[in-house]
């Protein structure tokens, strides 16, 4: 039996999965979703992105000592941020470093 979802619950099984730490491939699966329908809906969504991989932590750390700044290099530029620069800032620094 086929089952209809709206846009809303289609964004929210989207959402799930990118939290789950789970691929697709197993977050459809124990879900019972159809893999092909959940890529035809994020794409549809223009949820996909081509170059985005989503790293996955496999060891957890302890920081004995504070980092003073986070230095990034690219070819012979280097931009230091502080160590307590957000995560989400560094990642959109990121994104327009690499496009």
Known sequence: MR????QE???TI????QTSGLTIIDYCQQQQLS??????VKKKLGLTSGNFV?????QQVEILEAQGSITLTMGKA???LPST????????????LVL
């Not at 989503?54 to 496999?58: G, N």
């Open 85 to 96: 620069t957000s995560a989400t800032y560094l990642s959109q620094l990121l994104r327009a």
């Open 78 to 80: 280097n931009v230091c």
């Open 54 to 58: 989503r790293a996955k932590i496999t």
């Open 14 to 17: 989207i959402d799930d999965q």
């Open 3 to 6: 089952i209809t979802r709206s």
């Open 35 to 40: 893999t092909s329908s959940f890529y035809a």
């Open 9 to 11: 619950q289609w964004q």
